[in-house]
Every structure is written in C-alpha cells, then in structure tokens.
C-alpha cells in the first residue's frame, strides 16, 4: 500500500504538469518556460513527499489532516507568490 502511494505520487506530478504544456499548443496565453516546470514538478513532488511522509509517521488522523491543511497552504501561497507576486517578495522576482 505504501509503495502504491508513492507511485502515485511520482506519476501524477508529470501528468498534472500536462495541463499546461497542452494548454500551451491551443493558448498564446500560457507561457511556460523550462524552468517554470522545472520549478512547478519541484512544489508538486515536494509537497506529495512530504505529505506521504506525514502519512507514514504521524499515527492520528486529526494531526495528519492539520499537518497535510499545513503543506497544502504553504504550496498554494508559495504558488500565488510565485504566480502573481502576492506579497510582493523577491522571491516572484518584483
């Protein structure tokens, strides 16, 4: 079971990164460059790594669901600042 949870993490994060690769053939509008998926199957691995580490070690289901709420609100904020610049950080590079 645990080695299907890792597999599936591994194969969904290129299928997700498909989305926008397809979305660029029909669309002027989405424009990814190489270190855009690059950086976008860092966030998603990371995050999907991180969240069957906390299923693997934390034993009640009331901490896995705070933690895992934890690392999907740091990948989404990390997203929308690298996305549009939120905050306004260098991090988006404004």
Not at 16 to 41: C, N
Request: glycine fraction near 6%.
């Amino acid at each position: 079971m645990k080695n299907k949870r890792l597999l599936f993490i591994v194969f969904i994060v290129p299928v997700l990164l498909l989305i926008p690769l397809v979305a660029m053939q029909f669309s002027a509008e989405v424009v990814w460059t190489t270190s855009d998926f690059v950086i976008a199957a860092v966030l998603l691995l990371s995050t999907g790594l991180a969240i069957e580490f906390i299923l693997r070690r934390v034993k009640t289901i009331k901490n896995r669901i705070i933690l895992s709420g934890i690392i999907l609100a740091i990948l989404f904020l990390i997203w929308a600042e690298l996305a549009v610049g939120v905050f306004g950080t260098p991090f988006a590079g404004s």
